[in-house]
């Protein structure tokens, strides 16, 4: 990817304050802001200050280091020293973090979201060009195409088009729009043309593609019509390996133990595979390549197993979501629009937390009730106590005709689900298990079958559970599967297990 700007600035042509700074579309728009200052008048400086105020901003505050805040209090004397200090060097431009706090006060969601995916990349690329772009400006066209002009540019999901039109003559009048369509594979997020506007300067229309099929964006005027289709996306191969986390306790309750993957690993799905002595409190991730566990239990060690996708060039994207509730006994979580499920997560955090105390609590669901929502539940003894129950849902950004697929079972007279289809990929087990009432049900683990002694030749899961008699027909339990296909085939599954030691 170039180190150019100009695709990330075309998403805030529409906010004129922001419009007027970009001076240079090449440049960040810290660069931008950086230059602006010092070219400024102290005038100029008390006006755009108003806009900003009516927009809801005040980036004032942390920028000019002179003056009190939004209101316009500082004075033309401290102006001066400000842009002295800028000549000086002694200000530095804003973060990206500072100027995505400025720019989502002006913006929508869907458009923030696009905006911080294209300046993470370029910022990306230009680590080794501080001075910013590598590609000069669009030349000028010496010899302009008359009528409607178009031109495309994708970001990921994200695609730029860039419309206008150089008129024939002097009495040539603008193109009016009659129709503006996107299909249902993509949605128009900025930009978005309405009947009987008139396009009588460049227009800058943001899409993303939310969907593996093709779309078409078809924008209809009163004289000419342009199509663009935006073609079904390449899926990336998917190597997925798994970690085995060795945790050994060394601490009475309330243990919030971390395990951190390399950077260039994504993870799918984790839960443990062994019983710590004493109750598993969160088994949860905290970022794409963090798990987080907590427990109240005595000292002993336990082992989790991790399922990560290994992408060093950055080619997919893992989310994580997650829904809180207080005082309830279950939980659902859904993933946003355009993932696809992989697995979830739980943590119950009590408040306060009494760290002297066992808390008799179990798991008892822990699975994907569809294709979109991750849920979890508790049971035990819970008269007296106050806590809060989160479930969070581990999405991968869907890509081409990448699917998943969710298998069920209610056999009740085997403690493991196989998978047959070969074309299938297994990336996560979940559990229901059904409780007499008086008794605390717990899942203890869930465990890629090939990974167990005698289950090197198999695919699927395995999983383990309390109370039981040792007859898996005395408990009523349903167990899922979650598996992704690549359309071409192309899902690597590492053999064996990498360790790591908490």
Same mark, same amino acid.
């Not at 810290?30 to 005040?58: C, P």
């Not at 680590?127 to 910013?132: K, Q, T």
């Not at 900025?190 to 008139?198: P, T, W």
């Not at 119950?348 to 539940?377: H, I, Q």
């Given at each position: 990817m170039d180190c150019n700007f100009k695709d990330c600035n075309e998403m805030l042509k529409t906010i004129p304050v922001l419009d007027e700074i970009i001076k240079d579309e090449k440049f960040s728009f810290q660069s931008n802001l950086h230059q602006w200052f010092k070219a400024m008048t102290f005038e100029?400086?008390?006006?755009? /200050?108003? +806009?900003?105020?009516? =927009?809801?901003?005040?980036?004032?505050?942390?920028?000019?280091?002179?003056?009190?805040?939004g209101s316009g209090n500082t004075t033309e004397e401290e102006y001066k020293q400000f842009k002295k200090y800028l000549e000086e060097g002694k200000i530095s431009n804003l973060s990206n973090e500072q100027v995505f706090s400025l720019v989502k006060k002006t913006i929508s969601k869907e458009v923030m979201d696009a905006y911080k995916h294209c300046i993470t990349n370029k910022t990306s690329a230009c680590i080794n060009e501080p001075n910013e772009p590598n590609e000069p400006s669009d030349p000028i066209d010496p010899d302009p195409k008359y009528g409607l002009n178009h031109k495309i540019k994708k970001n990921g999901s994200y695609t730029s088009l860039v419309i206008w039109y150089v008129p024939f003559n002097a009495q040539d009048p603008w193109p009016i729009v009659e129709n503006?369509?996107?299909?249902?594979?993509? /949605?128009? +997020?900025?930009?978005? =043309?309405?009947?009987?506007e008139k396009l009588n300067s460049e227009h800058v229309i943001i899409l993303e593609k939310i969907d593996s099929k093709e779309?078409?964006?078809?924008?209809?005027?009163?004289?000419?019509?342009?199509?663009?289709?935006?073609?079904?996306?390449?899926?990336?191969?998917?190597?997925?390996q798994r970690f085995r986390v060795n945790y050994n306790i060394q601490q009475l309750s309330g243990n919030l133990l971390k395990c951190t993957l390399p950077s260039d690993y994504k993870i799918l799905s984790a839960f443990r595979i062994s019983k710590a002595r004493g109750t598993l409190l969160g088994d949860f991730p905290k970022s794409p390549n963090e798990w987080n566990v907590r427990l109240n239990s005595l000292p002993s060690n336990f082992v989790t197993s991790i399922n990560a996708i290994h992408d060093p060039n950055n080619e997919w994207e893992v989310k994580i979501f997650k829904n809180k509730v207080e005082n309830m006994n279950q939980v659902q979580c859904e993933i946003g629009e355009g993932f696809i499920l992989t697995g979830g997560g739980v943590d119950l955090t009590f408040k306060p937390l009494d760290e002297d105390m066992r808390y008799l609590v179990g798991l008892d669901t822990f699975y994907p009730k569809d294709k979109k929502t991750w849920a979890v539940s508790i049971n035990g003894q819970l008269n007296g106590l106050q806590w809060e129950?989160?479930?969070?849902?581990?999405?991968?950004?869907?890509?081409?005709?990448?699917?998943?697929?969710?298998?069920?079972?209610?056999?009740?007279?085997?403690?493991?689900?196989?998978?047959?289809?070969?074309?299938?990929?297994?990336?996560?087990?979940?559990?229901q298990l059904n409780v007499p009432n008086r008794e605390i049900g717990d899942i203890l683990g869930i465990s890629a079958i090939d990974l167990l002694p005698g289950g090197?030749?198999?695919?699927?899961?395995?999983?383990?559970?309390?109370?039981?008699?040792?007859?898996?027909?005395?408990?009523?339990f349903i167990k899922h599967v979650i598996s992704l296909k690549h359309p071409d085939d192309n899902i690597s599954l590492q053999p064996g297990e990498s360790e790591i030691n908490v």
């Amino acid at each position: 990817m170039d180190c150019n700007f100009k695709d990330c600035n075309e998403m805030l042509k529409t906010i004129p304050v922001l419009d007027e700074i970009i001076k240079d579309e090449k440049f960040s728009f810290q660069s931008n802001l950086h230059q602006w200052f010092k070219a400024m008048t102290f005038e100029e400086y008390k006006r755009i /200050k108003t +806009l900003f105020a009516e =927009l809801g901003v005040d980036f004032f505050v942390e920028y000019v280091p002179v003056g009190g805040s939004g209101s316009g209090n500082t004075t033309e004397e401290e102006y001066k020293q400000f842009k002295k200090y800028l000549e000086e060097g002694k200000i530095s431009n804003l973060s990206n973090e500072q100027v995505f706090s400025l720019v989502k006060k002006t913006i929508s969601k869907e458009v923030m979201d696009a905006y911080k995916h294209c300046i993470t990349n370029k910022t990306s690329a230009c680590i080794n060009e501080p001075n910013e772009p590598n590609e000069p400006s669009d030349p000028i066209d010496p010899d302009p195409k008359y009528g409607l002009n178009h031109k495309i540019k994708k970001n990921g999901s994200y695609t730029s088009l860039v419309i206008w039109y150089v008129p024939f003559n002097a009495q040539d009048p603008w193109p009016i729009v009659e129709n503006f369509f996107v299909s249902e594979s993509a /949605k128009c +997020l900025s930009g978005c =043309l309405k009947k009987g506007e008139k396009l009588n300067s460049e227009h800058v229309i943001i899409l993303e593609k939310i969907d593996s099929k093709e779309a078409t964006v078809s924008i209809d005027f009163d004289k000419a019509s342009v199509v663009i289709f935006l073609e079904t996306d390449k899926v990336p191969p998917i190597k997925i390996q798994r970690f085995r986390v060795n945790y050994n306790i060394q601490q009475l309750s309330g243990n919030l133990l971390k395990c951190t993957l390399p950077s260039d690993y994504k993870i799918l799905s984790a839960f443990r595979i062994s019983k710590a002595r004493g109750t598993l409190l969160g088994d949860f991730p905290k970022s794409p390549n963090e798990w987080n566990v907590r427990l109240n239990s005595l000292p002993s060690n336990f082992v989790t197993s991790i399922n990560a996708i290994h992408d060093p060039n950055n080619e997919w994207e893992v989310k994580i979501f997650k829904n809180k509730v207080e005082n309830m006994n279950q939980v659902q979580c859904e993933i946003g629009e355009g993932f696809i499920l992989t697995g979830g997560g739980v943590d119950l955090t009590f408040k306060p937390l009494d760290e002297d105390m066992r808390y008799l609590v179990g798991l008892d669901t822990f699975y994907p009730k569809d294709k979109k929502t991750w849920a979890v539940s508790i049971n035990g003894q819970l008269n007296g106590l106050q806590w809060e129950l989160t479930a969070y849902a581990i999405g991968i950004k869907k890509k081409g005709n990448l699917e998943s697929n969710i298998m069920v079972s209610n056999d009740n007279t085997t403690w493991s689900f196989y998978l047959d289809d070969k074309s299938l990929t297994p990336v996560s087990g979940g559990f229901q298990l059904n409780v007499p009432n008086r008794e605390i049900g717990d899942i203890l683990g869930i465990s890629a079958i090939d990974l167990l002694p005698g289950g090197e030749s198999e695919r699927g899961f395995a999983f383990s559970w309390e109370p039981t008699t040792g007859f898996v027909a005395d408990s009523k339990f349903i167990k899922h599967v979650i598996s992704l296909k690549h359309p071409d085939d192309n899902i690597s599954l590492q053999p064996g297990e990498s360790e790591i030691n908490v």
